[in-house]
């Protein structure tokens, strides 16, 4: 049996473009999906801004008097996924509006535990991919690992990947180039590398965490973390 | 035997405070420590200004003129150990100087490869704990953690822990509370949770990845990752 | 004439709360709006979530597609204000995903310029407002204000204010205090003369730049920055 | 008399380089530097590493036990100049652990206050200037440009320039181009562009607020901010 068969993926594309086929995102976010399916990793790419998707730190913003909220249902399908890709453009530096809003959205389950009860996303793996045609990979993918790891999902190395032109405005990731069949980034070493690695490096961990029934329990249970040996009860000058 | 047995950690105080006794972040190091120490792992915390360490990227900075330079001896505890935990207080919101310098002399190795041929940290935990007077953990936690996914170490779930006062200047963690006989912040339920939560999740993934013989192999080699499937024979509009 | 009169000002609530009345962040805001109105300044304070605000890196979605997009009216009521202050709530340690749409949607006429050839936001000057439970607000400050400042703002001085409580999720700003007939925060010192602080800074600088006519013209004007003595021509071994 | 006679500015390389000929950053600070100085600026290029500066949130490390700082000196430079300009490298994707600590040491001054009773840094104009061979640029000078906003300088438009090459490692700013007899990076227009406008901002900015006499007093004094209409005593609920 492939080593990687029965893991499942989602890779969410935060990008602004509104229709997908256009997003420089997806691109690179393709690539990773490619690598993980051809390793027998079920994988669904979500466009984001292919649904309607509420503001606000509730888990069903129809709640708040939204007429539709397609996140729930997004949200049952990262949850049936062993591992999350969280694709953002850049703007001004940072990650976007609609990235900070998925992370907004899987916040507002955080409270939530798991069968063992560790909080809802103990037990998956988690990485990012950032494009833009200027500067700001390393910021975004700061801001969403940190998010994701808060949040209970665990971080295996190298776990962003990027493509950024020079410095100053520029083409993005895949736009045709003049006088080569190659678009632009495409054959870009250290993107494909670093996207290689991040790729095999979350199908390892999620295939380990699996194979471990989810992240080891113990001392990590919010109900109970005070019965094993716990901070409160350490001498703070001891060492 | 104890379910940790055999692990060992390194918690880097990287205080702005010279004299360890009196540096805040020590204390909340020293309880992350307790708890590892209790649990069966070797455990060993260095104060950064107890040493003398040379700025540049390089391996050893007496190579740049430097009469002294303390970090190669540093750096072999920290590559013995398969936990690491980085401690910083908080100035202006962001991590100290010295946690900067720790960063960039961990990052100098990171062309090195291990027996694998991954990069070097890989088949480690990494961690952070943070403390203030009055905001910024989750900044540096960011970053740091984010510095040590990066060169190669795998970040558990909740992998950072803090304290900090309410907004504005104020005591620090450990500070006497008049009328009280326990120190700042040493009863605070959610610093000691997060604590206890992040020693755990730091000693069940080491001792994951310490039974798995480090970090899984395939892909995540860089002379190698090539060989394996990989981003540049992907298809960019695959999905 | 007061000193502040011909002064007008927008404060833009990113708040995820979809009723403005139940906004924390409004009630800070609302305050430093108070001290402006108060000293001559014609203030205006706009909920986001009140206006169907489009995602893209466009001056009016509705070119792709959306039904509505109120967007172009609000960038009016900016443009004319001299003064911008954006104020968000904190989300895992970062602004809100309303204030980074915000500031996507005010990116978007960044190429625009002023009536000198200047970036179209020059000769005003920008604040930021941040509330929360925890942790974040310097985090978030550092965003917004190299946002503002990179399309055109000039930040004054301590241009920053901000509320949260203890480590830890508990009451926000405003909520009951059991007990007390002070809410949550109100009686802050360190918010309060830092709230002041801003605003006052803010109108000061309004003042300076409309008295100045604009921010001084010369060497920054995108057409003809190279007729000005310029960076090109200059030896970078000079000094 | 030329428009900007009379002011005088600092630039601080923080570089992890400790030859300043061979500083990338030395380099693009060098022609801002020189387009001030044609213009009539005073100008003080200090390579931070040429100088022995310790660790410690006080004025003056020897007061700790080190035997020499020579951060006291540095500062009167810095206190007696219209503007600052702080140069880093980009390490990780941030700024490097010289300009941290450049930047608490500065802090540790921002008790003190000017002749008006501002707080120090006030009627000072700041900005900053980053090169890397990859990512980072604005990571960079979102915290640096905050941290001199947050202790009272005031940040013109577009305070910030920098380099980096494409995306992964690669040659820096300066560096030979085989076939090129110009170096890396000498003929990027948007980094001249940049690099440009910063540095008439920053004399224009300084200008104005030297004419000025300051930065305007009304409401920014620490120890009268309660005089002014003030925070403390408007309604949150008014807006």
Same mark, same amino acid.
């Given at each position: 049996m492939p080593q990687f068969s029965g893991l499942s993926a989602v890779l969410l594309n935060c990008s602004l473009v509104h229709d997908p086929a256009k997003s420089h995102t997806r691109r690179l976010l393709s690539r990773v999906a490619g690598i993980m399916a051809t390793e027998g990793v079920a994988v669904e790419l979500i466009h984001m801004l292919d649904h309607r998707i509420g503001f606000g730190m509730v888990k069903d913003t129809t709640t708040l008097g939204d007429d539709v909220d397609d996140w729930p249902a997004i949200h049952g399908r990262i949850m049936n996924a062993d591992i999350l890709v969280i694709g953002t453009p850049i703007w001004l530096g940072v990650k976007s509006s609609v990235a900070t809003l998925a992370i907004e959205r899987l916040y507002a389950y955080s409270s939530d535990t798991n069968a063992s009860g560790q909080y809802l996303y103990y037990g998956k793996a988690g990485g990012c991919v950032v494009t833009g045609n200027e500067d700001g990979v390393k910021a975004c993918a700061m801001e969403i690992l940190y998010a994701l790891s808060h949040i209970g999902y665990t971080i295996p190395p190298q776990a962003d990947c990027g493509w950024i032109g020079g410095i100053g405005p520029g083409p993005s990731y895949g736009d045709p180039v003049e006088g080569?069949? &190659?678009?632009?980034?495409?054959?870009?070493?250290?993107?494909?590398?670093?996207?290689?690695?991040?790729?095999?490096?979350?199908?390892?961990?999620?295939?380990?965490?699996?194979?471990?029934?989810?992240?080891? &329990?113990?001392?990590? &249970?919010?109900a109970t973390w005070k019965e094993s040996t716990n901070a409160a009860d350490q001498d703070p000058d001891r060492f």
């Open positions: 080569s069949d &190659v678009p632009m980034g495409y054959d870009s070493e250290f993107t494909n590398k670093n996207a290689t690695i991040m790729s095999w490096n979350l199908m390892h961990l999620a295939r380990s965490l699996k194979d471990l029934g989810g992240f080891p &329990v113990g001392g990590n &249970v919010a």
